[in-house]
C-alpha cells in the first residue's frame, strides 16, 4: 500500500518537475548515435555482410555490452537525479525500510536513461547480426543498464568512502570477470551460451548491488563538519576554486562533458596523421581549443559563484588581488589537467610533445584574459540545471565573449600562413610566456578597478 502512494506522488511530482532538457538531450544524443550508425554502416556495409554471412557477429555481444558499461556509468552519474534516501518529510510517514528500497528499484525500471543503450544496442545489433541475436544482446544489455543504475543509486544513497568503497570494489570484481570470460570461456560457449551464462552473471551483480542498497543506512543529519577553524590564506583560497566547481552541478557537469567531448574529438582527427604536418592540416586547432576550454567555462563566470557570498567574503582580510591571483593560477591547473589528458597522444604520434607543450603555454597565458569578466559578471546559482541556462548572462558578458575567440584567430591565422611548425610553436610559446609576465601587474590593474566600484559590484551580486 505505501508503494502504491510512493509511486503516486512520484509520478505527481515527475508531472510537475518534468525536464524537458534532459528529454532534449537525450533526444539529441539518440539521433546522434544513429546518424553515426548510418554512416559508419554505408562506408563499411560490405565488411560487415561478410562478417554476418560468417556467423561471427554474435561473439561480439558480450565484449560489447561490457565496454559500454563505463559508459553508461558516466552518463547516468550526470545525468541521473532520482532520490537515493527519504527526505525529512517522508521520514515522518510510517514508510518501511523495505517499502523504500523496492520504490528504489522500481524507479530505476522506469528510468528512460536504463533504456537508451539497450534501445541502441537493439538498433545495432538488427543491423549487423540475426533477430535472435540482437533480442539477446537487448536483454543482456537491459540487465547491463539496471545493474549500473542501482550501482548509482547505491553510491548517492551510500554516505562516507567508507561505504561507497564496496560499490567500487563489487564493479572492480565485475570487470575483472568479465575479461577472464571472454579470455577463456567465450569461445568455448559460443555465442548463445556465452550471452546467456553472461546474463546470468550480470544478473547476480545486479542482485548483489540491491541487496547492499537494501543493507546500507542513509541519514540526512550524517554530514561531515570542520572541528578547527584556521586563517584564510592562499591554500584556502585555491581550495575554495576547486571546491565550488566540485559542489556546483552547472559547472562541474558542463566541465566534465566539454572536456571528454573535445578530448575525444582531439583523439578522433589526429588519428593516422603526421605529427609534423597535423597543424599544417588544421589538426592541431583541436589539441589547442582541448586545452583553451578546459578553462574558458569557468573564466566566462569569475566571480559569479562567489557573488553568492561576496558580502562575506569582504569582511574577511584577505584582498581581490588574492582572489583573482588564485584563481588565474587554478585556470592554469585546468588548462594542465586537459594537458595530461593529451600525453597518451604523443605516445601514440598523434601529435608531437613540442605542439602541445606550445599550446599548453599559449592558453596558461590566455587566461589573462578571463579575469576582467570579474568587473561585470552576475550572480550564479550553484545547483541549477548545467544546461540551457542563461541564468546570469548579461550584455557585459556576450560582448565580452568575443574577446576569447582573439586566441582561436591567432592560432588559425598561424597554423595557416606558416609552414614550419616550428616557427609556431616558437610564436605561440612567447604569446603566452609574455602574457604570464605581465599577469601579476594586469591583475593588480583588474582589482583597483574592481575595488573602484565595489558598491555596484555588490549591487550586482544581489540580483
Not at 537491459?142 to 564493479?171: H, S, V
Not at 558580502?311 to 585556470?331: A, C, N, Q
Request: proline share 3%; with cysteine.
Amino acid at each position: 500500500m505505501m508503494l502504491k502512494i510512493l509511486l503516486k506522488l512520484w509520478w505527481i511530482q515527475k508531472r510537475r518537475t518534468f525536464d524537458w532538457k534532459r528529454l532534449g538531450l537525450f533526444i539529441y544524443m539518440m539521433l546522434c548515435v544513429i546518424v553515426g550508425l548510418c554512416a559508419g554502416y554505408w562506408q563499411a556495409g560490405g565488411e560487415l555482410d561478410q562478417l554476418t554471412s560468417r556467423g561471427e557477429m554474435g561473439l561480439i555481444i558480450v565484449p560489447f555490452v561490457v565496454i559500454l558499461s563505463p559508459f553508461e556509468l558516466w552518463m547516468k552519474l550526470l545525468l541521473k537525479t532520482d532520490a537515493a534516501g527519504m527526505d525529512d518529510y517522508l521520514r515522518s510517514k510510517p514508510i518501511p525500510k523495505a517499502t523504500w528500497n523496492h520504490f528504489l528499484l522500481v524507479t530505476n525500471l522506469v528510468d528512460y536513461l536504463n533504456w537508451f543503450i539497450p534501445v541502441m544496442v537493439l538498433i545495432i545489433g538488427k543491423t549487423l547480426m540475426p533477430i535472435g541475436y540482437a533480442l539477446l544482446a537487448f536483454c543482456l544489455s537491459l540487465t547491463q543498464n539496471f545493474a549500473d543504475g542501482l550501482m548509482i543509486t547505491g553510491i548517492r544513497k551510500a554516505q562516507g568512502w567508507e561505504y561507497k568503497l564496496p560499490l567500487w570494489l563489487m564493479l572492480l570484481f565485475y570487470y575483472c570477470i568479465s575479461a577472464l570470460f571472454m579470455i577463456f570461456f567465450m569461445h568455448w560457449l559460443g555465442a548463445i551460451g556465452s550471452t546467456i551464462a553472461w546474463f546470468f552473471i550480470t544478473l547476480g551483480f545486479g542482485i548483489s548491488i540491491y541487496a547492499y542498497l537494501c543493507y546500507v543506512k542513509h541519514y540526512n543529519e550524517q554530514r561531515s563538519q570542520t572541528s578547527k577553524v584556521g586563517r584564510i590564506g592562499g591554500s584556502s583560497l585555491f581550495s575554495m576554486e576547486y571546491i565550488s566547481l566540485l559542489r556546483s552541478k552547472r559547472l562541474l557537469r558542463g566541465e566534465l562533458l566539454l572536456l571528454g567531448i573535445m578530448s575525444v574529438q582531439a583523439y578522433i582527427r589526429s588519428m593516422g596523421i603526421d605529427p609534423d604536418n597535423d597543424l599544417n592540416g588544421g589538426e592541431g586547432i583541436y589539441v589547442f581549443m582541448t586545452i583553451m576550454f578546459s578553462s574558458l567555462i569557468l573564466g566566462q563566470w569569475v566571480f559569479s559563484i562567489e557573488g553568492n557570498f561576496f558580502h562575506g567574503l569582504m569582511t574577511k582580510p584577505i584582498s581581490v588581488f588574492d582572489m583573482l591571483w588564485r584563481k588565474f593560477w587554478f585556470f592554469i591547473l585546468l588548462n594542465l589537467t586537459a594537458t595530461l589528458l593529451l600525453v597518451p597522444g604523443i605516445f601514440l604520434g598523434y601529435w608531437s610533445p613540442l605542439m602541445v607543450l606550445s599550446a599548453f603555454i599559449f592558453c596558461a597565458g590566455i587566461n589573462l584574459l578571463y579575469m576582467p569578466t570579474s568587473l561585470f559578471s552576475k550572480r550564479i546559482d550553484l545547483f541549477s540545471s548545467a544546461f540551457f541556462n542563461y541564468q546570469g548572462a548579461s550584455m557585459g558578458v556576450n560582448v565580452y565573449a568575443f574577446v576569447t575567440i582573439i586566441p582561436i584567430i591567432i592560432y588559425s591565422c598561424l597554423i595557416v600562413f606558416i609552414d614550419n611548425t616550428l616557427i609556431v610553436d616558437a610564436i605561440l610559446s612567447a604569446i603566452g610566456l609574455t602574457m604570464l609576465a605581465f599577469s601579476r601587474p594586469f591583475i593588480q590593474w583588474v582589482a583597483h578597478r574592481f575595488m573602484a566600484k565595489k558598491y555596484k559590484r555588490m549591487e550586482d551580486f544581489m540580483k
